[in-house]
């Protein structure tokens, strides 16, 4: 009796396995499909974000199916907010599931992480809101249609400075993750040379992700007085600083990055985060461009009880949109000629802006977007361009 | 570097030190039983506590019930959940080699840990807020939450209460007496399974009240939070003497107090602040093999 049953069990683990792996090989045909694919954090640390993206993409998805007469179909791969999942992630579906570009990933971490693979497959990638340099740096397969750190920072610092007068700041870096230490960094440069004071930053506090306790650094905080805090980090580890710091005493204004851009950062925050303040892509009531003004008009169709359309869905649509524009004018699906029409593109009109990529891969964006959190809901405060 | 700070920034962190320590200490004296009887380290401890605290958080945001009638709803809850888990994935498994046993706690831990995603979203999701608890009071330029200083008080409630069971009642007896010779408390008559359950039972019992402590001071809800939260509170039963309650409560404590202050008096070095944790536990079973309060383990042939 115990012997079958153990044969049974076995028989059943071996046969799931089985049908786990065959299932992908036997259903596409190469020719009448063009596979793209989307590798975003759908669990874990950085999962809201993954998200809004994947919303933004399948979006686009919808309104535009085809290209050069064949389907496009949407390849979607879970990196788990895990750097070394990201490489294997984008291996996966560079090797086995064969797509001919990729789209991803929030988080610059994890893109990366992935890199390298994209690089050595010659596959091309669009990054969609990962703004840190080192992304596109010395990667001729990696592009991206958001703005870089080294502009998200100086406006923040612009902000700090000219706009709350400040003139000590204390950071709150999340130290495991690539993008708040490189924007935290560029914020202190950018504010040091403002206000030509050496020791404006006052105190730095170091968390990792996945931290739920704060009060420690918090305290050194208040200690140190500052007249405003950045926080720029992952959005729930960021609503529980906020959250912590009013409950010691913390009364100095909060300023971040775009990874505060969504709504988990509001539920979880609560009312202690009215009034924080961000930059971030994209500004839902007022888009700057004729593709913007029909993206927002067709996610309000398709999803009508949605209040705050966030920054990074117009982003994953506009990578989608640009992926196919230049997957036109390559004339073919080959993951070379998609990489070089996508590295000339130029005056490309995305719903966040035009979109000229330039010799590095990146986009030429020069404006950004300041919100703030009022009544509970992402709103426009101001946009800030620097030529 | 930065040590000259204010009495009061001082006095801050301590409450900081104290509120997480009893935290840490109510988790790891569920680890410390069971592994006083059972010489099982349950590893899906952590993921009871995060099954706890999602128990409360539909209670309360999803289904709407009064806060006292959702905390005991809990507290059954998540002691049948741990009851279950023994009765399923442990009691089966009682004769087999200990390796077996490790191996199926782990596999728990995965299922609850996978089962939350599949569930509820890798998400965060947020905790109610009560404002009677989180609204911080001023004295004397310390700001502190009510929940910051019922933590320690339930603490240590808790911990005599335990006590007092464990050596002034029979129950406790029982388990006093399997935890020093299983065979022969079989031998003698214990009902085994009886006291194995009510371990478990105690243990889940105040991972939940943990729980409920923990997301009133920290709301936010994750699939994985129990995994770092378990890992710390098995470290801290070890340092402390694994299998013996006041050695736990004594390790949550220590764990709780050097993280705080590492993070007070070094800034520079807070993003080592879990690294406190095994730096710690190294160096005290370097000098004390079985933890601090913990007993030499005899093997009599």
Redesign the interface.
Known sequence: MKKTLALLLSLTLVITMVAGCSGNSAATTNSDVIKIGVFEP????N??GG?LEVDGIKLANQLRPEVLGKKVELVVADNK?DKAEATTAAARLIEKDKVVTLLGSWGSSLSIAAGDVVKTNKVPAVALSATNPQVTAGNDYYFRVCFLDPFQGTVMANYASKNLNAKKVAIVQE??NDYSVGLAKFFTDAFVKLTGDPNAIV??????T????F???L??I??ANPDVIFAPGNY?ES??II?QA????ITAPFIGGDTWETN?FI??G?ADVEGAVMSTFFDDTNPLTEAGKTFVAEYKKAYPDRQNIPAVTALGYDGYMLTLDAIERAGSADPQAIRDALATTKDFEGATGMITIDANGDAQKNGAIIKVVKDGKFTYLDTVTIQ | MVIGMTLETFLQQLINGLSIGSLYALIAIGYTMVYGILRLINFAHGDIFMMAAYFTYFGIAVFFLPWYVTFFITIVLTILLGVGIERFAYRPLRNAPKTSLLISAIGVSFLLENLATYLFSGKPQAFPNFPLMTTPINFGGLTIQPVSILIPIVTFFIMVGLLFLINHTKVGMAMRAVAVDYDTAKLMGIKINGVISSTFAIGSGLAAVGAILWCMKYPSVLPLMGVVVGLKCFIAAVIGGIGNVKGAVLGGLILGFSETLMVAFFPALTGYRDAVAFVILIIILLFLPNGILGKKQVEKV
């Open positions: 759908l669990t874990g640390a999962a809201a998200e907010s130290v495991s105190a730095t506090g170091n968390y990792n996945g931290d739920q306790d009060n420690g650094i305290t050194n208040k200690a729930t609503a529980l959250k009013r409950a010691l005493g988990e539920t979880v609560g």
